[in-house]
T-cell receptor, first 112, second 112 residues
């Protein structure tokens, strides 16, 4: 079993839809949770960052962490064609180790 | 302010040739990382550094060497390239407090 699981997609939605992207993990020591957006042939871009549990909102993006279920989510409201990209989740235990574990990424396509 | 830059952007090598990839940052962050990204495998950590003069092995270090002689630069070397090292290589840097990780644009390497 991988430490971080992420559905590879692809996920196709119409413009304006609410998108839900998810990752599950097995390591209860993870404390730092990140979402990255990666456009084709580009480097991953940090989108959302959350420490421990709870929700964080930034514009059309909301990140949720449920440590009891070992489950994190990224919601995109009013999705746009420019949101079409691969979304990667990443997690870290934090201090004492400086390593991040990445999901394999979910490909999202928003249709105009 | 360029953030994280990588040199070169593209490279084609023949089996057995050597090369060095350069990662440079102007963010003054302590931690630097080299990843490779392959289809279906996600991002895998090759080596990382928690400060000038230090390096450590990641998940897939075999066939690679690294050096961090200056804080702002992290070099990844391939001594004898193999076709299995065909990949996209990303450098990343992390701020030591919140552990947010930022990526460079990548180097696309093909080994024939």
């Amino acid at each position: 079993q991988k430490e971080v699981e992420q559905d590879p997609g692809p996920l196709s939605v119409p413009e304006g839809a609410i998108v839900s992207l998810n990752c599950t993990y097995s390591n209860s020591a993870f404390q730092y949770f990140m979402w990255y957006r990666q456009y084709s042939r580009k480097g991953p871009e940090l989108l959302m960052y959350t420490y421990s549990s709870g929700n964080k909102e930034d514009g059309r993006f909301t990140a949720q962490v449920d440590k009891s279920s070992k489950y994190i989510s990224l919601f995109i409201r009013d999705s746009q064609p420019s949101d079409s990209a691969t979304y990667l989740c990443a997690m870290s235990e934090g201090s004492g180790t400086y390593k991040y574990i990445f999901g394999t990424g979910t490909r999202l396509k928003v249709l105009a | 302010n360029a953030g994280v830059t990588q040199t070169p952007k593209f490279r084609v090598l023949k089996t057995g040739q050597s090369m060095t990839l350069l990662c440079a940052q102007d963010m003054n962050h302590e931690y630097m990382y080299w990843y490779r990204q392959d289809p279906g495998m996600g991002l895998r950590l090759i080596h990382y550094s928690v400060g000038e003069g230090t390096t450590a092995k990641g998940e897939v270090p075999d066939g690679y060497n690294v050096s961090r002689l200056k804080k702002q630069n992290f070099l990844l070397g391939l001594e004898s390239a193999a076709p299995s090292q065909t990949s996209v290589y990303f450098c990343a840097v992390t701020d030591s407090g919140p552990l947010r990780q930022y990526f460079g644009p990548g180097t696309r390497l093909t080994v024939l």
